[in-house]
């Protein structure tokens, strides 16, 4: 049942004319979720600032939703990180 190919290798169709496949150290694009990620996180934290800011220094009201807001927010940020 065992075979003697790798699938990893394998290729689903022949490759055009003049195309070189690269298995073994292929293009990656995970640099570009990284950046994205890396620039939207310090802006995310600006705007969260702002309103912790305007509801407790304009408004004087802090309430329940506020802080539910900040756990949603800076979690998923954090872990990845």
Do not use: Q, W
């Not at 990656?28 to 990284?34: P, V, Y």
């Amino acid at each position: 049942m065992a075979s003697d190919f790798d699938l990893n290798t394998l290729s689903l169709s022949i490759p055009p004319e003049g195309v070189i496949p690269n298995f073994i150290n292929p293009v990656s694009m995970a640099f570009i979720t990284r950046d994205v990620i890396y620039a939207f996180v310090p802006v995310m934290v600006l705007f969260l600032a702002l309103r912790i800011f305007s509801r407790v220094i304009i408004k004087h009201s802090f309430g329940f939703d506020d802080g539910k807001h900040i756990k949603v927010k800076l979690e998923p940020p954090l872990l990845i990180c």
